[in-house]
């Protein structure tokens, strides 16, 4: 794993634009930035990513009817009562995922530890599975990359398999997000895109715009009944919004599935170091309840957590309400705290790797049950947060 001075493309400004790539750039400071890029070797991608994140995601799957099996860790991850049989519905009756992606850390040479699992709104998708690509396309014709380079990026075509696996041909999918919010609009238009190109009917709609009919269903702008609904909006704060109530007798299917409540959600990290505890791609994770108590499986991690330890909201955004620390030392905390009054996890810190001043952080994107792509941001913060460049990649041999 290298960080290789490339120099970004002269038209790139014009041809991020071409894309509908508009936030490329934001408040004066590069989004997107190629003046440098991360090199991999196959075997880096093959063994210490792509089957990884692949075994992380069937790991995530059997958390999941652990989670929903048990009162005590739908407590524990706040999922309201009042929905925890739409969640266990959806699971038992196998209500198909769609995409997700798994956040690592990885220096090239061990085992990648999992930081995070995006599993029900992730972002950066139109980056990672298209202009990343176009990216590549363009440095092998300039002569900037020798013929043959690759990436590890097959997430569109992957993306367009599992709409086909997921529905019927001709079947109309509503896709939702906030409009003026700019990246998750491109997150949804790939996501439509995607469908199109699987035979699928796709139909976006502003999230606010989205109504109750008369008979309980949910409806477009123009009156259309929502049946399939992909929806840019997180799980936790649907299930705390005004049209909860309607969600289990609106008789629409929703991508992603209720289910994926318990995935996205950061307690889902404790349960898997609970079921999986020494795995080599997790960290120790605990409950902070459990840091206080003093439990067994603390003491058996307290030379990782001695080395320092992250605290997180269960619940959260783009770094927001996030410490490292080590003891009562404070390594790094973003002045947003949005999240300050959810409950906690307590995840064993693990160095980041650095290249130039920046921590890489790699997303590696599952589609369906396979992990198909991956795509980079770093900062030089330790906290991976809004502005956050993304960096592209490609395979050395």
Known sequence: ????????????????????????????EPYWDEDTAYAFTLAQVENDIEDPATELHEMSRAAAAEIIASEELMERLAIPRVHWDLIADSWASGQPELYGR?????????????????????????????????????????????????????????????????????????????????EDYATVEMLAYAARAADMGAHFVDLPQIGVTDSGQFADADARIIGKLFKLYPWEDLLRDDFAKHLATANCQFIEPAWKAVVSNKGLLPVLWRMFEGHPNLLPSFFADEMDAGSDAVARASEALAHGTV?????????????????????????DQTYATHPMIVQAYAEMPEFEGFHPVIGAWVVGQT???????????????????????????
């Open 1 to 28: 794993m290298k960080r290789i001075h490339l120099g970004a493309r002269p038209d790139l400004a014009q041809k991020a634009e071409a894309a509908g790539f508009t936030f490329h750039a934001m408040y004066g």
């Open 102 to 182: 798994f956040d690592l850390i990885y220096d090239g040479t061990g085992p990648a530890k999992m930081i995070e699992y995006n599993a029900d709104t992730p972002t950066a998708l139109f980056e990672s599975a298209s202009f990343q690509w176009t990216w590549l396309e363009d440095m092998i014709a300039s002569g900037a990359l020798p013929d043959g380079s690759d990436q590890f990026n097959s997430i569109f075509e992957a993306l367009t398999a599992q709409f086909q696996a997921m529905f019927a041909p001709g079947t109309d999918i509503h896709f939702t997000a906030f409009e003026a919010m700019v």
């Open 311 to 335: 605290t997180k909201p269960v619940f959260g955004r783009e770094g927001a309400s996030v410490t490292i620390a080590r003891g009562e030392h404070v390594i790094e905390a973003l002045t």
């Open 371 to 397: 992990c198909v792509g991956m795509g980079l941001r770093e900062d030089k913060s330790r906290i991976t947060q809004n502005l956050s460049r993304f960096k592209p990649h490609y395979i050395l041999d």
